[in-house]
């Protein structure tokens, strides 16, 4: 069951991009403005003019909150944020081919779902990451924590989404199961 959440989905919100903050924003009625991260670059053409904040969307946002209430201990505020963000990610960003060359192998096996959090390592830094979309061998992974070096001149920023092979997914904790013969 849902919980009480600040913002529930509405007829009148919108997709449109923004040419004042040039990222991609929902408009969530009359009086109030959302932005996203994403640039004009990484959005699919329909992203760019005004677009419904479809069934689909909404269908989705609430999901989204409902699975972040069980993987994070955050304020609906951010819950709304990310639920958001990763809306807009999920339906809106062109698709990516894996970049996984940035990151650290994990030597455990993940499954990764929607919703899910997982760390990645890259250059000595450990950032955590939520799954806004996955397939069999990748997940799109939207960053949490606020900025991750990828090399020397490039930066993934809270929010930003990058797509990863799975085995580049590290769980967030180890939990050893002993079994008694």
């Known amino acids: ?14 997709w449109r991009y ?37 069934v689909e969307h909404a269908k989705f946002y609430i999901d989204f909150i409902e699975l972040l209430s069980k993987s994070l201990t955050i304020s609906d505020a951010m819950k709304v944020q990310l639920a958001l963000n990763g809306t807009a ?13 940035f990151f650290d192998t994990s030597s455990m096996c993940v499954y990764s779902e929607l919703g899910k959090v997982f760390q990645l390592k890259c250059r000595g830094a450990i950032a955590q ?7 069999i061998q990748a997940s799109l992974v939207m960053l949490l924590s606020n900025e991750l070096p990828l090399n020397d001149n490039k930066s ?13 997914l590290h769980p967030l904790k180890v939990s050893r199961a002993i079994a008694a013969a």
């Open 89 to 101: 990610a999920h339906f809106l960003l062109k698709p990516q081919m894996p970049k996984s060359w």
């Open 129 to 135: 990451v939520l799954v806004v979309e996955t397939s």
């Open 1 to 14: 069951m849902v919980e009480i959440m600040l913002l529930m989905p509405k007829k009148d919100w919108q």
């Open 156 to 168: 993934l920023m809270q929010f930003e989404c990058i797509k990863v092979m799975h085995d580049r």
């Open 18 to 54: 923004s040419d004042t903050y040039g990222v991609l924003s929902v408009s969530l009625g009359s009086e109030m403005e959302f932005l996203t991260p994403y640039k004009s670059k990484s959005l699919i053409p329909d992203a760019l003019s005004e677009l419904e904040f479809s």
